[in-house]
């Protein structure tokens, strides 16, 4: 009797339990259903469509842009919109049920910016803006020359041509301010045979647009804008017989007051044996002459300029002055106790060096370095910039719109500096392998460290076989970088030195430029991303 009272409460227990496990299950289902409902009732409280995604690079083949974007299920429609001031206006917004674009009869060789909005069905909830990027149009096609520097003075312009297809016949000169025509010109056999016309006549500092015809058919244009006259205290030696005054710039620059422009002849080389010890504000150019397009070059034994102890000057600047050193040498020794507002180089060869501006031994100080479109090649260990010591140092410091090749260091500080750009360059066989781009060991760029626009090819080997790694920066710096390539012999020596931003190229140096090997790095390769954005912008395709 007692086993069956044992039984009975056994089943009655195991029937409890079952209904227990009823009731969770059921408990469960009910919960699952409700945070489902609630999943689903989220999906339709979502406050917008999420920004579409680019899909493939923007395409400018001629005078139009092509653009897509990843599809979105979501969306019953896209907004494409493009700009040229990056949306404060809207040049063209267009609506689409597809997801790619194409905006046709634009400007040539302007540089647009596109973005896509996502549509949905509730206009309240269409996505916000999602910026696709900027590409910037081709060059009208033509038998125009791009104008060099070279090509422009201060009342004239020179005008170069290929001759292919229908002759040539006539040139017209317009105002750019207004596009008020000024003067044609109908073309000589001579002007035809030599493919160039020199423009003379015009103003100083305006703006022109010089077309070429083949009888009323456009051949091209360009965009001429014409120097400033040079004004104050001018030196003028383009008339010295250099056989006969060989050491000229030794004999004139202790002799003039500070401020004074020194007017060099095209074409011509002067030799500096010695280091000029410097007390003042001066600035050396190569004359205007459309007949020469090569620089003036100063060739120097040793260094070019010292300074004299004491000095306070405003400014040293070079433009369209080639500078050739030797490997022991130095461009600049500052080496005395002296301040120095501003050095400047633009448009200037820089070649075979131990060091282009060497700052060492005494308490001195540089406000404003600043290279632009140079080129500079043969650096050995003392780099562009070498500062030696704590009691030296420069504020601020600029690379831009230069090729340096060949240069086994770039820049190093033991002093703090407050800015650095290194914007828009092309730099190839540069550092050694091992050394840095910027070396600012323990330490500080106190404000910004700029980095774009830059594309980074194989650095400079040593060892057998070479080792061509390199180091980005060391030290403490507020980096901001951007659109800078790299090419696929070049590499980071480790992660912890590399800069970002950086996006690898596919093809090595050989294949992305035209002859590295003799210093031209004119971009061959039409495919890569940074063509017409990225490196010292002379070697662009446009």
């Known amino acids: 009797m007692m086993v069956m009272v044992t039984e009975i409460k056994n089943i009655q227990i195991m029937k409890n339990m079952f209904k227990n496990y009823i009731l969770i299950a059921v408990s469960v289902a009910i919960v699952s259903g409700l945070i489902s409902c609630k999943k689903s009732e989220d999906l339709g409280k979502v406050p917008r469509l999420f920004r579409p995604v680019i899909k493939g690079a923007l395409l400018a083949p001629s005078n139009y842009i092509e653009g897509s974007w990843q599809k979105m299920s979501e969306a019953k429609g896209y907004i494409a919109q493009i700009s040229r001031d990056t949306f404060r206006t809207i040049d063209k917004s267009v609506n689409l049920d597809s997801n790619n674009v194409v905006f046709e009869e634009l400007l040539w060789e302007q540089l647009y910016q596109i973005q896509i909005i996502a549509v949905a069905p509730d206009p309240s ?3 916000k803006p999602s910026f696709l990027g900027e590409i910037k149009t081709p060059r009208f096609p033509t038998i125009l020359a791009l104008p060099s520097l070279s090509d422009v003075t201060e009342s004239a312009v020179k005008l170069r041509w290929t001759n292919s297809g229908d002759a040539v016949t006539s040139v017209k000169v317009l105002l ?8 044609q010109i109908n073309l000589t056999a001579q002007n035809i045979s030599n493919q160039f016309l020199d423009i003379t006549g015009l103003e100083p500092s305006t703006a022109y647009i010089v077309y070429l015809y083949s009888g009323t058919k456009v051949r091209g244009w360009n965009n001429y804008t014409t120097k400033a006259p040079l004004t104050g205290i001018i030196i003028d030696l383009r008339a010295i017989d250099l056989s006969v005054k060989t050491q000229i710039l030794t004999d004139t620059i202790p002799d003039i007051p500070s401020g004074s422009t020194i007017i060099l002849r095209r074409g011509s080389t002067y030799n500096v044996p010695a280091a000029i010890a410097l007390n003042k504000s001066i600035k050396l150019v190569s004359g205007s002459d459309l007949s020469i397009t090569s620089n003036a070059a100063v060739t120097i034994a040793g260094s070019f300029f010292s300074f004299t102890a004491g000095s306070n000057i405003d400014y040293l600047d070079f433009e369209n ?18 301040n120095i507002g501003r050095i400047s180089f633009e448009g200037c060869y820089l070649d075979t060096f131990r060091g282009l501006v060497r700052m060492q031994t005494a308490t001195n100080s540089i406000t404003n370095l600043s290279i632009n479109n140079c080129i ?8 562009l910039l070498n500062v030696n010591a704590a009691i030296n140092k420069v504020d601020n410091l600029s690379l831009t719109n230069s090729t ?6 770039l820049f190093t500080s033991k002093q703090n500096t407050i800015s650095v750009s290194i914007n828009d360059n092309t730099f190839h066989q540069t550092p050694l392998s091992g050394s840095y781009y910027l070396d600012y060991n323990g330490f500080t760029i106190s404000g910004i460290t700029s980095v774009k626009n830059n594309i980074f090819s194989i650095g400079k080997g040593t060892g057998s076989p070479p080792v061509t790694t390199v180091n980005g920066k060391r030290g403490t710096m507020n980096l901001s970088t951007s659109n800078n390539y790299s090419t696929s012999d070049f590499g980071w020596a480790t992660a912890t030195t590399a800069f ?43």
């Open 321 to 338: 002055v080639n500078i050739k050193g030797l490997v022991g040498g130095y461009a600049l020794n500052v080496n005395t106790a002296c």
């Open 376 to 383: 500079v090649s043969n650096v050995l260990d003392y780099g």
């Open 500 to 542: 970002t931003d950086v996006t690898a190229h596919i093809r090595p140096s050989a294949d992305l430029f035209t002859d590295p090997s003799t210093g031209n790095f004119m971009i061959k390769d039409a495919g890569f991303a940074g063509k017409s954005t990225a490196g010292d912008p002379r070697w662009r395709l446009k």
């Open 404 to 409: 340096v090749y060949a240069c086994e260091k």
């Open 125 to 127: 909830k269409n996505s």
């Open 176 to 183: 750019a301010s207004n596009s008020s025509e000024l003067k």
